[in-house]
């Protein structure tokens, strides 16, 4: 069965120091890979999507950047944090396009 | 760009009432998908539906894809304080490989 890793659980981070959110799946291949960032008590929003090794798009202009150096792994990483940059960050995957997503259990990350 | 509405933002019912979420969607979606957050984890995923007027069940669940494919709704009978959690529709946006998840409905059942 497949299954998604994703660490680490929390992250307390002061503000300008960089950041890398590691997100790997088991059990299947070519997934597409997403990164959603959840604001306390707020809805989740797509920061980045892949659809195979090397393709990233990205879906909100800011200082965080995503890469797929395998086919199951997914970093999203910054080299500079922001206040902002605080959230709920979820990993997920799908087996292609319009299918049902699957979460990681999220890293909590606060800036200081 | 497209985007999925939600409402109500929160809901709190007494355990054993019903509660309903209704998503809209400015467009005509190809599909829908609800998934439920509980508090402190992930989202999971619930259901898809695909076609007009659709109906589904899981158990006390019902999901429901209006006629048009612009809306969707999830009603849940006689509440159960494990139903507590966020409940999130998503629909396809632009294009094949992402979604635009709604900004959830809080769901708080008192026992």
């Known amino acids: 069965s497949q299954t998604i890793h994703q660490w680490p659980a929390t992250l307390v981070q002061p503000v300008g120091s960089p950041l890398s959110l590691e997100c790997t799946v088991e059990g299947t291949s070519n997934p597409n890979l997403y990164w959603y960032r959840q604001a306390a008590g707020r809805g989740l929003q797509l920061l980045f999507y892949?659809?195979?090794?090397?393709?990233i798009s990205s879906e909100v202009p800011q200082n965080l950047s995503a890469s797929r150096p395998q086919d199951r792994q997914f970093i999203l990483s910054s080299k500079k944090l922001l206040l902002s940059d605080s959230g709920f960050y979820l990993c997920a995957w799908s087996v292609g396009g319009h299918q049902p997503q699957h979460f990681g259990d999220g890293t909590r990350l606060s800036i200081l | 760009g497209q985007q999925v509405m939600q409402i109500p933002q929160y809901q709190h019912v007494q355990e054993g009432e019903d509660f309903t979420t209704y998503c809209n969607s400015s467009?005509?979606?190809?599909?829908i998908q609800w998934y439920k957050q509980r508090p402190g984890g992930h989202p999971v995923f619930l259901i898809q539906?695909?076609?007009?007027?659709e109906v589904k069940k899981q158990k006390r669940l019902t999901f429901q894809f209006g006629e048009a494919k612009k809306n969707s709704s999830l009603h849940i009978t006689a509440t159960q304080t494990t139903d507590v959690g966020t409940y999130f529709c998503a629909g396809p946006w632009d294009n094949f490989n992402k979604f635009y998840f709604g900004s959830g409905t809080k769901l708080n059942v008192k026992p």
């Open positions: 539906l695909v076609k007009s007027g």
């Open positions: 892949s659809v195979g090794i090397g393709q």
């Open positions: 467009t005509t979606l190809s599909n």
